[in-house]
Nanobody, 124 residues
Framework: QVQLVESGGGLVQAGGSLRLSCAAS????????MGWFRKPPGKEREFVAA????????NYADSVNGRFTISRGIRKNTIYLQMNSLKPEDTAVYYC?????????????????WGQGTQVTASS
């Protein structure tokens, strides 16, 4: 069973930065994609970013492209989300997700494993 644990959420003023981490344990014995989704208050869970096993391909939602950067650690089972120029509309619970395969899709249903989430609040 794969387990994903997020950390790094918190409260920051608009324009500030935060870095989220996600560590996977009990990992799949094959290459897999990891990504970030978020659920803003009163809205559906939405795609943020995803990255392939090799780190060679990334995918971003238009709303965060140019402000957020996803990356993999030296240990492939850890990913990060560097969030810069945060806006109040970035306020959400952020979830780490993982799926087998090589396509960093934005499709929520394609992901098999999910973390418990970490709260990010950007105050105006």
């Amino acid at each position: 069973q794969v387990q994903l644990v997020e950390s790094g959420g918190g409260l920051v003023q608009a324009g500030g930065s935060l870095r989220l981490s996600c560590a996977a344990s009990g990992v799949l014995d094959r290459a897999y994609v990891m990504g970030w989704f978020r659920k803003p208050p009163g809205k559906e869970r939405e795609f943020v970013a995803a990255i392939t096993w090799s780190g060679g391909a990334e995918n971003y939602a238009d709303s965060v492209n140019g402000r957020f950067t996803i990356s993999r650690g030296i240990r492939k089972n850890t990913i990060y989300l560097q969030m810069n120029s945060l806006k109040p509309e970035d306020t959400a619970v952020y979830y780490c997700a993982a799926k087998a395969g090589s396509l960093p899709t934005a499709e929520r249903g394609a992901y098999d494993y999910w973390g418990q989430g970490t709260q990010v609040t950007a105050s105006s």
